[in-house]
């Protein structure tokens, strides 16, 4: 029975552990190709990314993060800013920069913004 419990436990906690965090954010001030490569180069930089992704007709802006590794949304928004625009939304979601960049090319094909 203990070990019942004790794999019923682990797999509980195991996709918790191992999800993805991403951060996901819409930003203000981004006008053409270089800004939005800008920003990409900024978080592309940063030693806590796994994958970066900037969109400039949406004006989305994700990161994901390495497994263990965290950014605040503060030093998100610092990064952004100090690239010259602003964070009008942010949000963390469980999502991979693949995904994202995928639900976003869906969007602009179907004519949503």
Do not use: H, W
């Not at 990314?49 to 994700?62: G, H, M, W």
């Not at 610092?78 to 995928?102: F, H, L, N, P």
């Amino acid at each position: 029975m203990k070990k019942y419990l004790i794999a019923l436990l682990f797999s509980i906690m195991t996709p918790a552990a191992f999800a993805v965090t991403t951060i996901k954010a819409e930003v203000n001030g981004m006008v053409c190709a270089f800004c939005a490569k800008g920003i990409e180069k900024k978080l592309n930089a940063l030693p806590q990314k796994q994958a970066a992704f900037v969109d400039l007709k949406s004006r989305v802006v994700a990161l994901q993060l390495k497994e263990g590794q965290d950014v605040s949304n503060e030093a998100f928004s610092k990064v952004i800013q100090d690239a010259g625009y602003s964070v009008s939304k942010m949000e963390r979601v469980s999502q991979t920069v693949d995904a994202i960049q995928a639900e976003v090319a869906k969007a602009d094909k179907a004519g949503v913004k």
